[in-house]
């Protein structure tokens, strides 16, 4: 069966280290892997989007990754802040008619000071 | 800079009545979307449309549903005869995407449906 997994465990780190999310999948082909950021009761926001034939993408303090034989991204956000405290979304976009996008279940990010 | 608008962002209604969630998409794009996620839950595709058409559906989205351009603006999800199992946050959603490319998804703030 397809499955995006995110560590569904919080993950509470000091302000000023680096923040690293891990996204697997099994038995998807994306051509694209985004990722997206949601506070409580808001919509999904944007951050990036990285392509199957791409290794990594940075933009300001954000990076990721995509090995897709690992089937594996990474996200990374250097030089976390306690504004940086939200869910983490992986959505994996197979490229089909529709464009639909599906998602990962999260994973909760706490930067502390 | 241009965004996704959603009305209302709270619909209270009793289970058997149809709801009508509206959404006003950026404006020059031209794939829309309907996502839900229940509370607690992963966002979960619902439809695309594109050209006044559906693109494509999930499961969820069964005869129940239906979604409509009605002008040049708004972009709308109606829910028939809602159930308990309808409760949920419903998110809008555009997208420019070209042919031959694509192109990130602009998500809505959401309306909060709640079937008491």
């Known amino acids: 069966s397809q499955k995006i997994e995110q560590n569904s465990e919080a993950l509470n780190i000091q302000e000023g280290k680096t923040a690293t999310l891990t996204c697997n999948y099994t038995?998807?082909?994306?051509?694209?892997l985004q990722w997206y950021r949601q506070d409580p009761g808001r919509g999904p926001v944007f951050l990036l989007l990285?392509?199957?034939?791409?290794k990594e993408k940075r933009k300001e303090r954000l990076k990721v990754t995509f090995d897709t034989t690992l089937k594996q991204s990474l996200f990374h956000i250097t030089a976390s802040q306690p504004a940086d405290s939200a869910t983490y979304l992986c959505?994996?976009?197979?490229?089909?008619?529709?464009?639909?996008?599906?998602f990962g279940t999260g994973t909760q990010l706490k930067v502390e000071l | 800079e241009p965004e996704v608008t959603q009305t209302p962002s709270h619909q209270v209604t009793q289970m058997g009545q149809e709801v009508i969630l509206r959404c006003v998409p950026i404006?020059?794009?031209?794939?829309f979307y309907w996502y839900r996620q229940i509370l607690g839950q992963k966002v979960e595709f619902l439809v695309s449309?594109?050209?006044?058409?559906?693109?494509?559906k999930s499961e969820i989205f069964d005869d129940q549903f239906s979604v409509e351009r009605p002008d040049g603006s708004n972009f709308t999800l109606k829910i028939r005869s809602t159930k308990l199992e309808d409760s949920a946050m419903y998110f809008c959603?555009?997208?420019?995407?070209?042919?031959?490319?694509?192109?990130?998804?602009?998500f809505g703030p959401g309306t909060r449906l709640t079937v008491l």
């Open positions: 959603a555009s997208s420019a995407r070209y042919i031959a490319s694509t192109d990130t998804q602009y």
């Open positions: 990285i392509r199957e034939n791409e």
């Open positions: 959505a994996l976009d197979l490229a089909g008619g529709g464009n639909k996008l599906t």
């Open positions: 404006s020059n794009h031209l794939y």
């Open positions: 449309f594109y050209n006044n058409e559906i693109s494509e």
């Open positions: 038995n998807y082909s994306p051509a694209y």
